[in-house]
């Protein structure tokens, strides 16, 4: 199984990314998605989370400037990220909560 993220970069205060993970090796379809980031010297934690079913879920942090979204038949799962703030500065990472798989994980970085 490989995700590969991408779509990370610098913008500033109140700009606007798209993150995208491509999902290959796996029946993309049956999967729970999650979105993850890592500050710099902080824990990892959850961002937003999507079921096979499309039922979306997000950190108290995020609601109402993210949004998961998925497309099964492109085996790609996405994050748009509005509103951005300084503290949503991390490495992002695309992960496959059962049975556990991680991508590499893309930068973002929101400058004030």
């Known amino acids: 199984v490989q995700l590969q993220a991408s779509g990370g970069g610098l913008v500033q205060a109140g700009g606007y990314l798209r993150l995208s993970c491509k999902a290959t090796?796996?029946?993309?379809?049956?999967?729970?998605l999650a979105w993850y980031r890592q500050p710099p010297g902080e824990q990892r934690e959850r961002v937003a989370s999507?079921?096979?079913?499309?039922?979306?879920d997000y950190a108290d942090s995020v609601k109402g400037r993210f949004t998961i979204s998925r497309d099964n038949v492109r085996r790609t799962v996405f994050l748009e990220m509005s509103t951005l703030r300084p503290e949503d500065t991390a490495r992002y990472y695309c992960h496959v909560p059962d049975p556990g798989y991680w991508g590499a994980g893309t930068q973002v970085t929101v400058s004030s």
């Open positions: 090796g796996m029946n993309f379809k049956l999967y729970e």
């Open positions: 999507i079921t096979s079913s499309g039922a979306k």
